[in-house]
């Protein structure tokens, strides 16, 4: 007995929820009572945001979308597949004109037989003026170039660039900033960069708003190697100047300079002239200016150097020279020296020319190919010296008057 009761009672409840079902569908669909639902985070459509910014260069401020919640009223079956995506929610700013903050109405557009009975919240928007602002561009090097290198001034191109945006945004806006690492410049740098725009400060602008008009600027680095060079004068020593009683004095030793890598990197020294010390006596000074090859520069320095030189333990004096030869005489011709004597200018040690005696230096006219006239005629003459003093220095172009016949028979001077 209790399992028959058992298994019919389970039968009652599969008939009583078949009976609810049928209920629950006949009031449903043939009724349709009437029903609310309501929808969050509607989105919101602003009209004419194209007319406010070209007309009148205004610009909702905030990129946060604008939504609402809408309560609607209708039957059940229109409401059923009804979802947030099937409203239209439109705002329109076509009346808008100036900056300011303004509440707006808004048109919520719903599948017929559906009334809107409740929205919120009202919808208000900040209008601001929308400016395009011309920017000067810097460049910074960030981080320390590698040892021996620098960097010239960069090179822009445009050297301002254009951003728009919102005014209270923008307003603080001041220039546009390019880095370039340190690492980078290795050689000349050329490329196409990003700039961030800075406030007086040296702060970046954050400004939602603003777009790029001027999206990159090019920005050239010439890089440049620097390094000290020594300078140096090339002598020519004679006649008794030697490398060991010569002074050379430069008004500086070394100079700065920078330029092309390898240039410079090839430059070990600057070789300012030659100066042959043998072909003048007495102290001497200059003026040299410093020459650089193509594509080097000096770097904030003189570019002309002072060159002296002087000697130590050198002295030049003139002698008296009585020892007159002539050599090489042509046949047929008496010829003899009218010259008695001539001054020599001799450089050497100041004991070298208390040292000297008669015979040491000698006066020697060579009449090889020379055309010879009857009587008096000055003729080229050198100064010869003898083996004990060779190392002197001798100075200055001499010349004797001979005298002289031509014979006609075996006649000869005495």
Do not use: C
């Amino acid at each position: 007995m209790r399992a028959w009761m058992k298994k019919h009672h389970v039968i009652m409840r599969l008939t009583s929820l078949l009976i609810a079902m049928f209920l629950w569908f006949y009031v449903i669909y043939q009724e349709n009572p009437e029903k609310t639902v309501s929808f969050s985070d509607v989105p919101v459509r602003l009209l004419n945001e194209e007319t406010l910014k070209n007309r009148y260069s205004l610009r909702v401020v905030g990129e946060d979308e604008i939504t609402v919640t809408v309560k609607l009223s209708g039957t059940f079956s229109r409401l059923e597949n009804l979802s947030a995506s099937d409203l239209r929610v439109t705002a329109d700013l076509g009346k808008i004109t100036e900056p300011g903050t303004y509440t707006l109405s808004y048109d919520i557009a719903a599948v017929d037989g559906v009334t809107v009975v409740e929205r919120s919240p009202d919808i208000t928007v900040v209008v601001d003026e929308q400016i395009t602002l011309e920017l000067p561009v810097n460049v910074s090097i960030s981080g320390t170039l590698s040892d021996g290198l620098v960097a010239d001034l960069a090179i822009v191109d445009p050297v301002t660039v254009r951003v728009s945006g919102l005014r209270a945004e923008l307003s603080g806006a001041a220039s546009a900033q390019v880095t370039v690492s340190a690492s980078e410049l290795t050689g000349s740098f050329s490329s196409d960069m990003a700039y961030v725009v800075l406030d007086e400060t040296g702060k970046p602008v954050q400004a939602e708003s603003m777009e790029y008009i001027d999206e990159t600027v090019h920005v050239e680095i010439p890089v440049y190697r620097e390094r000290t060079v020594p300078l140096r004068m090339d002598i020519v020593y004679g006649n008794a100047a030697t490398e060991d009683n010569t002074v050379v004095s430069l008004s500086q030793d070394s100079v700065t300079v920078y330029g092309d890598i390898d240039t410079v990197d090839a430059l070990n020294e600057i070789v300012l002239d030659t100066v042959d010390v043998s072909s003048f006596t007495g102290e001497y000074h200059s003026e040299y200016p410093i020459k650089l090859p193509d594509g080097v520069w000096l770097r904030g320095e003189e570019d002309t150097v002072s060159v002296d030189i002087t000697y130590t333990n050198l002295e030049t004096r003139q002698v008296v020279v009585t020892d007159i030869r002539i050599v090489n005489i042509p046949l047929r011709y008496n010829v003899k020296a009218d010259t008695a004597e001539v001054y020599v200018t001799v450089r050497g040690t100041p004991e070298q020319l208390d040292a000297l005696v008669s015979g040491d230096i000698a006066v020697q006219a060579d009449l090889t190919d020379l055309t010879l006239i009857n009587g008096m005629q000055k003729v080229p003459a050198e100064v010869v010296l003898g083996e004990n003093v060779s190392d002197l220095g001798i100075f200055g172009d001499y010349s004797i008057v001979i005298y002289s016949e031509k014979l006609s028979g075996t006649m000869l001077f005495n």
